[in-house]
């Protein structure tokens, strides 16, 4: 069992930032792909960001390219979510997920564990 424990979130203004993180716990002993997910009231949950175990390899959601940076840190199981130049269409509860494997964690259906999100409200 793994578990996963976001923090970060918060209430910023229009072109603020913000850094999520997302601590790993447990029996994590396969390797594994990292991720951040979002929900935003009355919409289903949709994919951000996701880096591969080693961290070589990233990936985004079109809508935050060149504004979110997501990034590693093995040795302490965790995984970071730079948020920059963010607007109100970012507000949503940000979800961190892990997927067992060499490859990525964009799918909701692959996703193995979620954490329990942090809320991130931008306001106008």
């Known amino acids: 069992q793994v578990q996963l424990l976001e923090s970060g979130g918060g209430l910023v203004q229009t072109g603020d930032s913000l850094r999520l993180s997302c601590a790993a716990s447990?029996?994590?002993?396969?390797?594994?792909?990292m991720g951040w997910f979002r929900q935003a009231p009355g919409k289903e949950r949709e994919f951000v960001a996701t880096i591969n175990w080693s961290g070589s390899i990233t990936d985004y959601t079109d809508s935050v390219k060149g504004r979110f940076t997501i990034s590693s840190d093995n040795a302490k199981s965790t995984v970071y979510l730079q948020m920059d130049s963010l607007k109100p269409e970012d507000t949503a509860v940000y979800y961190c997920?892990?997927?067992w494997g060499y490859g990525l964690a964009r799918s909701r259906a692959g996703v193995n564990f979620w954490g329990e999100g942090t809320l991130v409200t931008v306001s106008s």
């Open positions: 997920a892990l997927t």
């Open positions: 447990g029996r994590a002993y396969r390797s594994y792909a």
